[in-house]
């Protein structure tokens, strides 16, 4: 038997016992979680495809480990003008062994947690500001109404903030946000360091 499932934004196909990587779940090794969202199930009889996802399927799984990829190495350079950049990241993922393929509403042999994304907490350099001290994020090129308050929610409201986040800051910022790379492209940092000499 075998399902397909979507998780991270990606589709994966599974059969009980595999080991695969996905995007980053939140979750400990050794703890259950249940994929929802199964596009196909097959194996026996006729398969079932979902519109888009197979009512009542569900795939359960256990966690072995939570990990980073191998670093890749961004780098840029502007010919004759001075200007190179160079960047490091590694991806967050989660390795787990697929339990059992569930079908009918049935539910998992052990006790298990939907299976949802990692939702990385940024870690402000700077301390948070006073309600007064609140800043227009929205000056910083590229940066609309709706960034602007996911960055409060996690606590980010000056540019002095944003001009002190490190290198590992601004790749939890990025994966908070889903905006992979907004940072070095809109150079938010010089901006918001500009704009904080400004004040």
Do not use: C
């Amino acid at each position: 038997m075998f399902a397909v499932i979507k998780t991270g934004g990606k589709q994966y196909t599974v059969s009980p016992e595999d080991v695969i990587k996905v995007e980053k779940l939140e979750g400990e090794a050794g703890e259950t979680v249940v994929f929802d969202s199964v596009l196909l199930v097959g194996g026996e009889g006729d398969a079932q495809v979902g519109a888009p996802l197979v009512d009542g399927a569900s795939v359960a799984a256990e966690i072995v480990d939570q990990g980073r990829g191998r670093k890749i190495i961004i780098f840029k350079k502007r010919r004759r003008q001075n200007s190179r950049r160079r960047n490091g990241h590694r991806q967050y993922f989660t390795t787990v062994k697929i339990s059992e393929i569930l079908t009918g509403g049935k539910a998992p042999a052990k006790a298990a947690k939907k299976a949802t994304p990692a939702k990385a907490e940024a870690a402000v350099a700077a301390p948070a500001a006073a309600e007064g001290d609140k800043d227009d994020l929205k000056k910083l090129k590229g940066l609309g109404k709706v960034m602007e308050g996911k960055l409060n929610e996690m606590g980010i409201t000056t540019y002095a903030q944003i001009a002190a986040f490190t290198a590992e800051d601004i790749e939890k910022v990025e994966e908070a946000l889903a905006a992979k790379g907004r940072f070095e492209r809109d150079n938010w940092i010089e901006q918001a360091a500009t704009l904080a000499a400004e004040k």
